[in-house]
Each structure stands twice: as structure tokens, then as C-alpha cells.
């Protein structure tokens, strides 16, 4: 079991205060600034006893990668502060720490930042990354170890001049010339540079590059101790890793090292111990746990790292949706629009808490992303918005939705996607307005159960109440695009609250609709009748009593998934 420590050092931070790492992926920062830390120095030791030339670990955004890669930097880099794990779970392996801490020359780059809406702008902010690197060893200017090509060669990457494609391999070479050591290489969020390539149309050439890039830097290098990569693909090997000997994986599905990336459950359970906020760990662990990594339930970091900041800040206590503002939401929207019918009900089977059966492509590119439906059930399950709960008999994951959070995403993406489909199609909204203002209820239900039969069946999900919401967002949303009309919801009227009261500005028409959600399509005839009686019973005719109507009419629509049923009267 991994312990969890309170690190405070320095003059500015008070003993006993307990700051929330909001951002933080300087791991030297914690011991410095007095952040609390997690302990994940383990990863260090399973690292060495289970060595890989190169070793590629992949994981969702915000799981805790760069600032494990930040930690490894430490503990390895000859000079390094060896202070900064006392009292961390490394340290009580004296051997170990003798025999590597502070041993190694280490380049350490990030390819986040290295984006572009051209290749050449991309090529350029990855120079940036390069350069960076070279400058952090000014030293070798004035090694006696290196000659004048060498020093001239470090002054081209210095200046982010000369060939790219082999820069970190001759950066590795002169650091091995300088100490007499081997290079520990690591690389950060490798494939982002790819996807942003993807996005904007130069994907192959960044391939190549990268291509180019890692096969001088990690194949056949005599400079190279052992490297160390991140990101959240696993970029097929024809593609980025062709000219490499196959890496080894550390995905969502390994058992090994499968506790480092992320909050297990009892190191959450210690963190809100230690911060006196425990009475918040039902609510904790319904929105942000639920994640399968290995043989662990897993929590993203970022989010209860930004809960725990809320609660002690005296903030509002309702958990928000932290990961959602980082994360690459689109990709559900994107998976909406190319499902079949099958797919969408499969979806919604996901919505409503259930699991299905799906392989896993564990060796992918961006390009494979969308040509191929089946293939978006993977890059769910890679990118974080779905995990599994077990592999079947026949090779098949048990994939499902991993906690509420993840959940609300999906469903604010779908109902986007789905209204935004609703009403660019102009034609069917015409006939959907024409059977509400003639009252034709047949009409109005066709039309509506046309649509339903186009969307996602995540409706099922949540309490009666979420569900009439939905439907009432349904409709509100189909209404709001005619100007011509005043629409007022849950406007107080009457005894209580109608759900949509409409008032037609130039002929003086009115309606208003009342909503329910049935539990059994056989419900919905009387629940539809229901509506009807409760627009009656409740009153809410008074809220028109001022402005006369010319007509008034009264809709009572019932909904069970993609069904619904209409009474007017």
C-alpha cells in the first residue's frame, strides 16, 4: 500500500496547512511549496525491477502522467535535490536509490504544446521543445569531453538549426560523452502532436517526423540507457514505432504499474482523512471513481484533486465537472453521428448504467479513429470516457461508463448533437410547428416519435424527474427557434408551474403543454390524459387570463425512450 503525505518545507508554508496541487505537475514544486502529495514513487521501483529499453504508458488526460514523468526526472538526473523523497515510499529502498538516484544525465521534453494549423508551424513549436532541452545543459559548451564538431553541433541545437530529425539522438551522445553515463530519454504526451495534426490536415508529415525523431533517439542508440513515453494513444507500430523494437506496454488493460497513474481507493480515502473532509466520500466516489485500470478501481486525479480545493475553500459543496473543461469532448458527438441504430441503443444501454460487449483495438492511429464505427469503441475506452468491468470468453470487454461525471458529459454532448439535428432539418420543423398550431395531435405525435427514432435511447437513465427534464428541454428547444412566439417554462400559473406556456405575439393563439414520462409504453395513453387533467386541475389557463387568447389549446404529451403519446384539447 502506497503512502500519502503532507510535504511542507520552506519558510512560507505554515506547518500543518494542506494545499491542493490544483495544476501542478512540477513534482519538486510539492516539496518546495508544501503541496500534498500522493505517493506514487513506487512507479520507480517497478520501473527498474521490470526494465524496457522503451516503455510507453498510456492514459486518459489529467490521470497524473507528466507530473509522474516530472518525478522520475528527479529521482534520476545526476545533481538532483535528494531531499525531495525523504520520506517517500523510494527512499526506503536504500539500495536502490544508491545505486540510481541522481545517476543519470536526463533529457526530459513535452510534445503538448506542439501544435500548429501548418506542419511547418508545428515543426517549428517542436524545435521550441528541443532547443529547450539543449539549453538546459549549458555546461557542455565548455566540456572538456566534447570537441569542436560536438560543441558545434550542440550550438545548432541550441539554436533549433541543422537536422531535427535526429536532434535528441545527438543530444543523448554528447551527455554520454560528457559523463561517461547513459541517457535516460523521456517523452511526454508523445501523440498530441498528432492528433492536432490529424485535425488539421498534415497528419502524414507529422508521422514521418516523428517517425524520423524517435527511430534516431530510441532504436540501435549506444547512448541510451532506458526511455520512458506517455500519451493516450497507442499509436500503431507500423506507423510511429515501425522502425523500433516493439516498446513496452503499460495500457488501461496491463496489470502492471496499473496503481500509478491515478487515485486508488484508499489513497482518496487518506486524502480526505487527512483534510477532515471524509464526510465527502460517497459523493467523491460516485462522480470521479469507477475507472478499471489493471486489477485497480481508479480515480481521476484531477478531479478529486479539484473537489478537495472546492471543500476547502468554503466553496459551493456540489461536485462539478472538472475533467469535462480539459478533455476532448467532441469525440462523442462524433461517435453520435456516425452510429447506426444499433449503435445509438447501444449507447444508450450505457446511459442507463448497463455494459456492453466490445473488442478493443489496442494498436490504433487517428486516422482509424472515425473510417471505422467499431473502432470509436476503443478510442472511448483509451481517451477515458468508457472502461471495462472484465474481458469475456471470447476476447470481448464489458465496457461501460465509468462514474456520473463521465456520464454528463455524454449526455450534454448527445442532446447538443441531437437538437442541433432536430432543427437543421427545416422541413420536418415545419411540419412539427404546422400540427401544434392546427392542434392535430396524430401529427404532432408522428412527428415527434420520427425524431425520437433518430436519437439515443439514454432517456431511460435517471430519476422520473430527469427524465421529464429531458423532454422538456426537447421540446423547449424545437420552440425556441420561432420568433414569432413567446415561450415561458415552469412559469409560475394558476395552482403551480406549467412546463411550456406559449402566446403567438400577432393572431393572439396560446397553448400550453404539459409533460410526463411513462414507465411502460402501455402507460402512456393515460399518462398523456394525466397531463391534459393536470392542466386542468392546476389552473395554469390563469397565466393567459390577462391577454385573452384568440385560442387557447392544451397538449398533454407522454413520453416512454423513443415513444410518445398526444392529447389535446
Known sequence: MQSVLELTAGSEVQHGEKIMPVGIDNFAEFHQMGYYYVDKTGMIQELLESPGKVNLFTRPRRFGKSLNMSMLKYFFEIGTDK??????AISRETELCEKYMGQFPVISITLKQVTGSTYTAAEKNLWKEIRKAARSFPFLLKSDKLDDQDKEDLKNLRNGTGMIDDSLAVLSDLLYKHYGKKVIILIDEYDAPLQRAYQKGYYDAMVD???QIFGYALKSNDSLFFSVLTGIL???KESIFSDLNNPKLYTMLDDRCDEWFGF?????RKLLDDNGINEHYNTVKNRYDGYRIGQNSIYCPWDVV????????DFDKEPRNYWANVSENGIIRTFAEKADSITRDEIGSLMEGKTVNKKLVQELTYRDMTNNIDNIWSILFTTGYLTQRGR???GTYELCIPNCEVQDIFKHQIEEWFREKVLDDTDGMKILYTALDSGNAEALEDSLNYYLGASVSYMDGGTLDDKEKFYHGLLLGMLLPRKEWELKSNREAGKGRSDIAAFQLRTKDAFIIEIKYSKEEADLPA?????????NRMQYDQYFRMRNPRTLRHFGIAFCKKLCKVVVE
Do not use: H, K, M, P
Open 83 to 88: 531531499n525531495l523523497f525523504d520520506g517517500l
Open 209 to 211: 517526423l516523428i517517425r
Open 234 to 236: 497507442r499509436i500503431s
Open 264 to 268: 486508488t481507493d484508499d489513497e482518496v
Open 306 to 313: 479539484n473537489y478537495c480545493d472546492q471543500l476547502l475553500n
Open 392 to 394: 469475456n470468453a471470447d
Open 527 to 535: 399518462d398523456a390524459q394525466e397531463a391534459i387533467a393536470q392542466i
